[in-house]
């Protein structure tokens, strides 16, 4: 018969039906008490079933699924228009994390080449775009294009580049190093830069090469001063926003998954002055510390301390380090492009270091 984590998840399912016929009352999804006795069993099923899938996380790494369940359960109230979305995300990133543990490490050589393809292969269409041609996206005519690759945006692409940087052999290094110059991403490169540093951490050449690719890029964006006068300014004043938004009660517990999207951008637009619509805040780990309050950023460090083996590895470590660098500047992981990529690189990253530590 089926023991160990397998009943402790169907132990979960029973406690949600359980619990599920004398919470009709609670007026979670709704103001409506008639429409209450519908709607907020089935918003606290589907909250109850990622519940089950955090169950499955919490016996396969306890710090991820600690993290993953105080996430959804802060989140039962209050639930703002997005916050289904976001637990189904986080949840199921997290499942899909913890499920790379068990990819064989024969495989991990192969796996670091085929995305470093995928990035050559991103720096490639990059460039038909510098020549004045998308067949994609405006089919192939000449003229003035945008350098978006296949993702729709420079930043993107440069940030995507920037986490596979660090896997590629040294043959690639410079085509990808193009793409961040050609796109002009300096998050991309500030990301890139990290990794390869980690990954070459004893090597001057590296450092070299680093402050050169940062000084191209910094040019390509003009003058170093226009960047961070005004992408990094309107970040920090955004991020002021933010920080002044939290009572003692949000630092500690935070607004709740959701909660950024629902309160921050209609506040922040009029003291910003510019095009840019902050329904993320450019910062990961500060749009944790909005929703989930210091618990949860504790959690978050705990999960690296445990698994902090997986930066010292000489193919993932870099990888893993320019992940978590590209969620400084932008939100990688509230993008399934890049949120996906940077997931799998964490996780074959966790599972080199799981499964050396069991050798």
Known sequence: MPTGRWSFVGGVVVVVGFLLPWLTWMLL???NPHLAVTQTPFWLFLMGMLLVGCAVVLRLDPWLGALVGYLLLRSVWPAFSNTFEAALVVTMGACA???????????????????????????????????????????????????????????YVGAY????????????????????????????????????????????????????????VLWRQGVASAWLGSSIQTRWIVW?????????????????????????PNGVQ???????????????????????GLVAVGLLGAWLWRHRQ???????????????????????FHLAVLGLTGLIILGLATCVATQEDTK
């Open 29 to 31: 999804t709704t103001p």
């Open 161 to 216: 580049v920037g986490m596979l940087m660090p896997l590629a052999p040294l043959w690639a290094l410079p085509v990808l190093a193009l793409g961040l110059i050609l796109t002009h991403s300096m998050n991309g490169a500030l990301a890139a830069s990290v990794g390869l540093l980690v990954r070459f951490r004893r090597s001057r050449l590296a450092w070299g090469g680093v402050a050169l690719l940062l000084a191209i």
């Open 240 to 264: 002021q926003a933010a920080i002044h938004d939290l009572g003692w009660w949000q630092w500690l517990w935070g607004y709740g998954l959701g909660g950024w999207g629902a309160r921050l």
């Open 310 to 332: 997986m930066f010292a590895h000489p193919r993932w470590g870099g990888a893993a380090a320019a992940v978590l660098a590209t969620a400084l500047f932008m939100f990688p």
């Open 270 to 292: 009029p003291w910003v002055g510019v095009g840019e619509w902050f329904a993320q805040a450019h910062n990961d780990y500060l749009q944790l510390l909005y929703e989930g």
């Open 97 to 155: 994390l913890v499920s790379l543990r068990f990819v064989p490490l024969t495989w991990h050589k192969d796996l670091a080449t085929i995305f470093t393809v995928g990035g050559v292969l991103q720096v490639g269409y990059v460039a038909i775009q510098a020549f004045g041609y998308d067949p994609i996206w405006m089919g192939v005519t000449h003229g003035t294009t945008r350098l978006l690759g296949t993702l729709g945006n420079e930043n």
